[in-house]
């Protein structure tokens, strides 16, 4: 399967805003889970949401629910990360593969990308 390559991290304060992107071209002839994770250091890589290529399925973890919203195009699929918090902090990564729909947001990809660093200020 493909690469993935995220774009779109950077350094804000608490309450702004990052839209992320994913380069996930090779994934959006048939239908791939993509899913959003990230892992601050000292801390095991944790969901954020998920989606299927091709599709309006989404998914999202109890801490991403009603701050980020994930969405796609035919290219990318992207995480808007809305009033963002310091426990925000973390390297976010895509992955992608062939999943169920209900396993899309567990870590067990094989392709994933080298991530891109958000950092949340007080």
């Known amino acids: 399967q493909g690469r993935l390559v995220e774009s779109g991290g950077g350094s804000v304060q608490a309450g702004g805003s990052l839209r992320l992107s994913c380069l996930a071209s090779?994934?959006?002839?048939?239908?791939?889970?993509i899913g959003w994770f990230r892992q601050a250091p000292g801390q095991e890589r944790e969901g954020v949401a998920a989606?299927?290529?091709?599709?309006?399925d989404t998914l999202y973890t109890d801490s991403a629910l009603g701050r980020f919203t994930i969405s796609q195009d035919n290219v990318n699929v992207y995480l808007q990360m809305n009033n963002l918090k310091p426990d925000d902090t973390a390297m976010y990564y895509c992955?992608?593969?062939?999943?169920?729909?209900?396993?899309?947001?567990?870590?067990?990809?094989?392709?994933w990308g080298r991530g891109t660093q958000v950092t949340v200020s007080s």
């Open positions: 989606t299927r290529t091709g599709t309006t």
């Open positions: 090779e994934y959006m002839s048939t239908t791939n889970c």
């Open positions: 992955a992608g593969g062939k999943r169920t729909w209900r396993s899309c947001l567990s870590s067990e990809y094989n392709v």
